[in-house]
């Protein structure tokens, strides 16, 4: 079963535009992952957050982790056509170093240019 | 490349049918681990491994489900007597041991996609 949800499910914004994307995990964790997978292929990885953080940035992609309210934020600036894809979060909760992920269900993100 | 690499890339088989995909992680990754993924769905955790030990196995890999790692470098994920309901892609992603971030995070393949009729 899922960890947990994101939100939304889809989002569709104009090339430039900032796009956020939400997840929402149940248990305490050692980290959260953001990846991103193009249509039918695998899944390239993004951006790792530890619980001990709260804030994470890596070129236009900035992370946001609260533990309290286990939740987590995902921001692409100035989007571009190429950010077309879904965005997966993964939640490793279990066994520090076992690392069995737990993903959401993904927002699919659509760029128009 | 040396990235994650997965054969075949797309597999066509009949219900009832046995069917072996195989996964060549990172060369220096030492643990190694399958997902599936179904259509509109995030990929869920199937098995690992940490060398040629198998260390744990979900409750999704049924009996008909099987995960070798033989000499700690490449592994198979054989499904026996394939159902319409295995239909989806198997994912294997690799990453080193310990902890950091380079060691925790685990890179992925592109993964393998079943269709059983």
């Known amino acids: 079963s899922q960890q947990g949800e994101e939100d939304p499910q889809a989002l569709s914004i104009q090339e430039g535009e900032n796009a956020t994307m939400n997840c929402s995990y149940k248990t305490s964790i050692n980290n959260l992952q953001w990846y991103r997978q193009n249509s039918g292929r695998g899944l390239v990885h993004l951006i790792l957050?530890?619980?001990?953080?709260r804030e994470k940035h890596s070129g236009r992609l900035r992370v946001t982790l609260d533990t309290s309210k286990k939740s987590s934020s995902l921001l692409i600036t100035a989007s571009r056509a190429a950010d077309t894809a879904s965005y997966f979060c993964?939640?490793?909760?279990?066994?520090?170093?076992?690392?069995?992920?737990?993903f959401g269900q993904g927002t699919r993100l659509t760029i128009n240019p | 490349d040396t990235g994650v690499s997965q054969n075949p890339r797309h597999k066509i088989t009949k219900r009832g049918q046995n069917v072996t995909f195989r996964c060549d992680p990172i060369s220096e990754h030492n643990r190694l681990y399958w997902y599936r993924q179904t259509l509109g769905q995030g990929p869920e955790f199937l098995t690992y491994f940490q060398n040629e030990a198998q260390l744990e196995k979900s409750r999704l890999l049924s009996d008909r489900f099987s995960a070798e790692r033989p000499k700690g470098s490449f592994s198979t994920l054989e499904i026996q007597r394939t159902e319409q309901g295995d239909s989806a892609m198997y994912l294997c992603?690799?990453?080193?041991?310990?902890?950091?971030?380079?060691?925790?995070?685990?890179?992925f393949g592109p993964g393998t996609r079943l269709t059983v009729l």
């Open positions: 992603a690799s990453r080193p041991d310990g902890w950091g971030f380079y060691t925790d995070t685990q890179y």
């Open positions: 993964a939640t490793d909760a279990g066994i520090q170093g076992a690392q069995k992920l737990v």
């Open positions: 957050i530890r619980s001990n953080e």
